[in-house]
């Protein structure tokens, strides 16, 4: 059995990384590590964690914990891992950032969409794309993982088959986002404040948001040609979920039918992709607490467009349930160990 760490403890991604790798039978959480409330209990924080996480959480001694631990995952905000990760030593230690740090291959293009200082080229070179049903040969290979962020996720199964199989134009493609409240994490703010989201939806980030390049420079590697997306993100007024619904031009002649049979075919061999049938799409509600992408696809016929949904739960497959898949892949183990649950419902 492997031992893990969890820098940023106390995070809804860290929480959901707590409640996983609770059912995984390779992986045990040895360290939590917090900045700000080392020496506490977690189950202080999330009384819900009582009688499963004794030992409190610890401050991060980076000698020490690279010989203590087999597993690091980051569940910082921006900027933190990509400090952090530089100092680690030991060759073997297997390390799965869930921020956005490493996502982009470019400096340039993070400090101009994040607006923090990038990542030495070195740290961005040798860090791997963890979208695992895309790139899971490259993840068996890698020891560093860059976790990809929740919008890409859903925007990136969705869109990828139709891309690469040249059913949809590379041009004018158009993406519209939903997502729940936790996805803003977990420190309040006006904008995720009750009364300002309750029977409430709101367009955020227009044009602005830190997904957009990490969509378009994937999207590009799959569909072999530069790709530049439309993307407008809303907040829900849910806990949970997220959705993204994205609209393009055929490129060439195909009924709902032959797309929905490609897409089966592209995903066949990945257990986390659930493909509906014709006139059948996803909700959120779908894939709670999951790591489920659902999907759903139609062809329009009148206005020669192809509609495709993807839903996710932010949480799981958008952030703590993707990376322990990227770490069943990195370790050859069963990629649906400590995942293959049913969604909540209702």
């Known amino acids: 059995m492997k031992k893990a760490a969890i820098i940023g403890g106390t995070g809804y991604g860290a929480i959901e990384l707590i409640r996983l790798l609770q059912l995984h039978k390779e992986i045990k959480v040895e360290k939590i590590i917090s900045h700000s409330q080392h020496g506490e209990a977690i189950a202080s924080i999330y009384p819900h964690l009582t009688d499963f996480i004794?030992?409190?959480?610890?401050?991060?001694?980076?000698?020490?914990?690279?010989?203590?631990?087999?597993?690091?995952?980051?569940?910082?905000?921006?900027?933190?891992?990509?400090?952090?990760?530089?100092?680690?030593?030991?060759?073997?230690?297997?390390?799965i950032d869930l921020s956005g740090d490493l996502r982009l291959s470019s400096q340039t293009e993070y400090e101009t969409w994040y607006g923090k200082d990038a990542a030495t080229q070195q740290l961005l070179d040798k860090a791997?794309?963890?979208?695992?049903?895309?790139?899971?040969?490259?993840?068996?290979?890698?020891?560093?993982?860059?976790?990809?962020?929740?919008?890409?996720?859903?925007?990136?199964?969705?869109?990828?088959?139709?891309?690469?199989?040249?059913?949809?134009?590379?041009q004018g493609i158009s993406i519209d986002g939903k997502t729940g409240i936790s996805g803003a994490g977990r420190t309040p703010t006006a904008k995720t404040h009750f009364s300002e989201t309750n029977e409430n939806v709101t367009p955020y980030k227009i044009g602005q948001h830190q997904h957009i390049p990490e969509i378009e420079e994937y999207l590009s590697d799959k569909a072999k040609t530069p790709i530049t997306v439309a993307f407008t993100t809303h907040l829900?007024?849910?806990?949970?979920?997220?959705?993204?619904?994205?609209?393009?031009?055929?490129?060439?002649?195909?009924?709902?039918?032959?797309?929905?049979?490609?897409?089966?075919?592209?995903y066949e061999n990945n257990p986390f992709v659930r493909i509906r049938e014709a006139g059948v799409?996803?909700?959120t509600k779908d894939v709670y607490a999951s790591n489920f992408c659902d999907?759903?696809?139609?062809?329009?016929?009148?206005?020669?467009?192809i509609?495709?949904?993807?839903?996710?739960?932010?949480?799981?497959?958008?952030?703590?349930?993707?990376?322990?898949?990227?770490?069943?892949?990195?370790?050859?183990w069963e990629e649906t160990m400590g995942l293959h649950t049913i969604p909540i419902y209702p």
Request: charged share 15%; aromatic share 6%; with cysteine.
């Open 54 to 95: 004794e030992e409190p959480m610890h401050e991060l001694e980076i000698e020490k914990l690279q010989e203590e631990v087999d597993i690091v995952f980051f569940a910082t905000p921006a900027g933190v891992a990509k400090e952090i990760l530089p100092q680690f030593t030991n060759p073997n230690l297997q390390c």
């Open 128 to 170: 791997v794309y963890g979208l695992s049903e895309l790139y899971a040969e490259e993840i068996k290979q890698a020891n560093l993982i860059s976790n990809p962020g929740c919008f890409p996720t859903s925007a990136l199964l969705g869109l990828a088959p139709a891309l690469e199989h040249q059913i949809m134009s590379p």
């Open 236 to 266: 829900i007024p849910m806990t949970r979920g997220l959705i993204c619904t994205m609209y393009g031009q055929l490129a060439k002649k195909a009924t709902t039918e032959e797309v929905i049979e490609i897409y089966q075919s592209y």
């Open 281 to 283: 799409f996803p909700a």
């Open 295 to 305: 999907i759903g696809i139609h062809v329009d016929e009148r206005s020669n467009q």
């Open 307 to 332: 509609i495709i949904a993807a839903a996710i739960d932010n949480l799981v497959k958008g952030a703590a349930g993707q990376a322990i898949q990227n770490a069943n892949l990195m370790n050859g």
